[in-house]
């Protein structure tokens, strides 16, 4: 069923967009490591990494995903359905940073487990800020993308994605209030561990 769910969003214009197979894996390891049973995605696309994470929370595990694209979450919701994943799965089709201002509001600071960041650059640092509010003392943060093809090591000045993706690795090398690394999985993964 993954094989198939990548093989259609191999046709979409958008699908560098897509995680890697490597990559789904170790998400689901380590949101079953950590034993999370709340989490949250930002940017959903076609669903992969959506199956990745849910799959690995517990029967009563919730994921909140956080995308604005009905066509492409089209997709996703048909495949986790037939992956008996849908009621793990909460979709909210709205920008990421209301979602996340509502589940503040709602549920609270520190209620949730997990989180995985993977959507508009520019919008990476106010995500993580919202994010790490959201998240436990010792929950885990993954943010995808932070090699962004060797850009972010350039000294040149790049585009708004590169520029932003520079910021934030210097501000998470020097954030106190987590413990993080930068892993060489795909375009890079920093995980982050809220202290």
Do not use: H
């Not at 990559?23 to 034993?35: M, P, R, T």
């Amino acid at each position: 069923m993954q094989t198939r769910l990548r093989e259609e969003t191999s046709n979409l214009s958008a699908v560098g967009m897509q995680i890697g197979a490597d990559q789904g894996a170790f998400l689901s390891l380590l949101v079953s490591a950590i034993g999370a049973k709340r989490a949250i995605e930002i940017g959903t696309f076609t669903g992969y990494s959506a199956i990745s994470i849910a799959s690995a929370l517990p029967e009563d595990g919730r994921l909140i995903c956080c995308d604005v694209s009905e066509e492409w979450t089209g997709i996703a919701k048909r495949y986790w359905k037939e992956a008996r994943l849908d009621a793990r799965i909460d979709l909210r089709l709205a920008p990421a940073l209301d979602t996340l201002n509502g589940l503040l509001g709602d549920d609270g600071e520190g209620t949730f487990d997990f989180v995985f960041i993977d959507a508009d650059k520019t919008g990476y640092d106010a995500y993580y800020e919202a994010c790490l509010k959201l998240l436990r003392r010792g929950g885990v943060m993954a943010i995808d993308n932070t090699l962004w093809g060797g850009a972010v090591a350039e000294t040149k000045k790049g585009d708004a994605d590169t520029e932003a993706l520079k910021v934030l690795n210097l501000n998470l090398a020097d954030d106190s209030r987590v413990d993080s690394s930068l892993l060489t999985i795909g375009d890079g993964v920093t995980l982050v561990r809220k202290r």
